[in-house]
């Protein structure tokens, strides 16, 4: 039996703030939380952990990440894995959805019935949630930097195939609501209680309204590969920011949406339905150069992705900058854009409080940073995985 007690100047649940706190482990599970003054323990039977000067919170969860360090989810090789696993927790990340992109129905068939078997397994860094398929079913208008040659029209037979070989861990997909068949494969996939993600799509306002009276409750990376707003056609983006309950997902990179977007988003969905994700793909953490994701050759320059045509493909942010951006860009506190990393991401997939909190029974997924918002220490499942000096 492992214990440990990992204490900090301010501990963000991320729901309350505890000054000079101490989070009791057990194992893979949280034991107490509170106060110093009023949660007793031994350091005959606690492995003490953590500083004064540090914070601490949730781990982070990345519903949306393709790679990094090179490595692609989609080679599903235990190299592969374990090398995103091993750079998300230095970058406080503890749990993440690995995120397919368009390919081949061969590729594609492949890399869910391998990415199936990752999930619930240890790894040496951050943990596999589940899958989110992000393509094939999207608009050609929108693909961004998906490959044309393999986006298919929504079928439930296709998707019922990619469910069954991925052992049934899809958790989130990606569909364009106003291709043909969209609407029947939302139907489909949350009868087998996959969520449904809007996103790559070109849909009007009633054909996303529509996809939402279903029941679709997520968007993916908003503003992204998405029809875009007009006062007379205010489209897919115009319903995602009026719908209360969608949880949007959004880049925080400063290059995908400007500040002055992220600004509009937070006033229409307000910080409670943001879900800041990172998007990285495997040029994340390596030198500027070419790469390749899938069948398209992208290049990273100046921290930014590109296609040959100049078309954004994916980031390679983190969400510890994810975090240090939005502090910077909004001046919310701290406590409110962390919820955005944890919290929410756990809500929106139904997995709160056994994720994104800090709660007596909830995983033992932690970060502690400094107090400029870096990573110091990341535990996993009770383990420390990660630590700076």
């Known amino acids: 039996m492992k214990r440990l007690a990992v204490t900090a100047g301010r501990v963000m649940t991320p729901d309350r703030v505890i000054l000079d706190g101490v989070v009791l482990v057990e194992d893979s599970k949280i034991l107490e939380v509170g106060s110093r003054t009023a949660v007793r ?166 054909e996303a309204l529509a996809a939402i009276g279903l029941g679709a409750g997520n968007a993916t990376h908003v503003f992204n590969a998405m029809r875009g707003f007009s006062h007379r056609d205010p489209g897919i983006l115009g319903a995602v920011l009026n719908a209360p309950r969608i949880w949007t997902e959004l880049i925080a990179d400063g290059v995908h949406v400007s500040p002055a977007a992220v600004e509009l988003c937070l006033r229409c969905k307000g910080a409670e339905r943001i879900v800041l994700i990172s998007d990285a793909v495997c040029p994340t953490g390596m030198p500027e150069g070419q790469y390749r994701l899938a069948d398209t050759e992208i290049t990273l320059s100046e921290g930014i992705c590109r296609t040959a045509d100049g078309t954004l493909a994916g980031s390679v942010l983190t969400q510890d900058q994810a975090l240090r951006n939005m502090v910077g860009w909004t001046r919310l506190p701290v406590q409110t854009v962390l919820g955005m990393l944890t919290r929410n991401p756990a809500q929106s997939l139904g997995i709160a409080p056994c994720k994104g909190t800090l709660a007596a029974g909830s995983d033992a997924d932690l970060v502690l940073l400094d107090r400029n918002l870096q990573v110091q220490a990341t535990i996993v499942q009770g383990e420390v995985i990660h630590t700076v000096g």
């Open 41 to 206: 323990f031994s350091q005959d039977e606690f492995e003490v952990v953590g500083h004064s000067r540090l914070t601490l919170a949730p781990g982070f969860i990345d519903i949306h990440i393709h790679g990094a360090l090179g490595r692609d989810v989609m080679e599903g090789t235990d190299e592969a894995l374990e090398a995103i696993s091993r750079f998300l927790a230095t970058h406080g990340t503890t749990s993440f959805l690995a995120t397919t992109l368009t390919a081949s129905p061969i590729a594609t068939l492949k890399a869910v019935e391998a990415l199936g078997g990752y999930v619930d397994r240890p790894l040496p860094g951050a943990r596999v949630l589940g899958l989110h398929l992000e393509g094939p079913f999207i608009n050609p208008e929108k693909r961004g930097a998906h490959s044309d040659r393999h986006i298919r029209r929504p079928s439930t037979l296709i998707f019922d195939q990619l469910l069954a070989r991925s052992g049934q861990r899809i958790k989130l997909m990606t569909v364009a609501p106003e291709m043909e068949g969209g609407l029947e494969l939302i139907r489909f996939a949350l009868s087998k209680e996959v969520i449904v993600s809007l996103g790559h799509s070109n849909a009007t306002l009633d």
